[in-house]
């Protein structure tokens, strides 16, 4: 069950790329991350009475201090996409977003079987030749520095997450969000940028905070069966990610990368027969 909820979180990530690339080519990246967030606030908010849990202070405060570092990563992320595109930028965010929170529920005692280890590293063995194939083209530097930073901001973001207890229901999914908002407001607002996208794209920006919130309520729940099989089904959005840039965006794709994509999926698989 964790591995399915790991990758219906990867689903939602590359269904929040497909309209929000969108928006940001329209407008300031952090104006669009006010209204990518504060919808995803609102629809965690919408489906506190709809999962079972109660209110947890401590966890809570997880969600709470997991905001930041999603926040922060997603800003990255999306600037790394204009940059570089998803060849680049998607591998190397799920590499880092995937590895340290696996390494993390191994130091917590969540110990997977062999088969899973296997598959994990053949994963993100894939992932690291999406990435390689990736590194030819425009602004690819500055889009890779983007990428690790925004991998490093998730990675610790979701590490947080992974001690969540099934008691507390979505709240701490509504707390992640309430900080990841009011981080970019107020950036936003420090930098004087303006506070919505234009007109014409602000439903695709809508769209992909409900989207970004649904990855957060499969992963969260995906926690509570299994850690280490739901954060390997996480890391595999690149996948959906290089998918949707390729047809939506046109974004190059070469050999390599296909088959570090086959692979990447293979490891996957492995990881749900565990």
């Known amino acids: 069950m964790g591995a399915l909820f ?5 689903l939602s990530i590359g269904t929040s790329d497909l309209f929000g690339r969108r928006v940001v080519t329209r407008c300031h990246v952090l104006s669009a991350m006010i209204v990518f967030q504060g919808a995803a606030a609102l629809v965690a908010l919408a489906v506190l009475p709809f ?20 926040g922060a990563g997603l800003a990255l992320y999306y600037t790394s996409l204009d940059r570089a595109g998803s060849a680049v930028a998607a591998p190397i965010v799920a590499t880092l977003s995937a590895v340290i929170p696996f390494a993390y529920t191994a130091l917590r005692g969540h110990d997977p079987p062999l088969i899973g280890i296997i598959g994990a590293a053949a994963a993100f063995g894939g992932l690291g030749l999406v990435t390689a194939g990736g590194t030819r083209g ?14 490093l901001g998730y990675g610790i973001g979701l590490s947080v997450l992974v001690d969540l207890s099934e008691s507390s229901g979505a709240w701490p999914g509504f707390g992640q ?4 908002v009011g981080l970019m407001a107020a950036v936003v607002a420090a930098r004087g940028l303006p506070a919505l996208p234009p007109p014409d ?3 695709f920006a809508f769209l992909t905070g409900v989207a970004s919130a649904a990855a957060t309520i499969f992963y969260i729940v995906g926690i509570w069966f299994d850690p280490p099989t739901t954060v390997v089904g996480a890391s595999m959005f690149p996948v959906m990610s290089v998918i949707v840039g390729r047809v939506a ?5 070469n050999a390599r990368q296909s088959i570090g994509i086959v692979a990447a999926v293979a490891g996957v698989a492995a990881v749900v027969a565990a």
């Open 138 to 151: 425009k602004h690819v530097g500055a889009g890779t520095v983007w990428a690790t930073l925004s991998g």
């Open 249 to 253: 965006y046109q974004d190059s794709l």
């Open 201 to 203: 794209v602000l439903g």
């Open 51 to 70: 999962i079972p849990g109660s209110f947890a202070g401590d966890d809570f405060t997880r969600g709470l201090v997991s905001g930041f570092g999603l």
């Open 6 to 10: 790991g990758l219906l979180t990867s």
């Open 177 to 180: 969000r309430l900080t990841s």
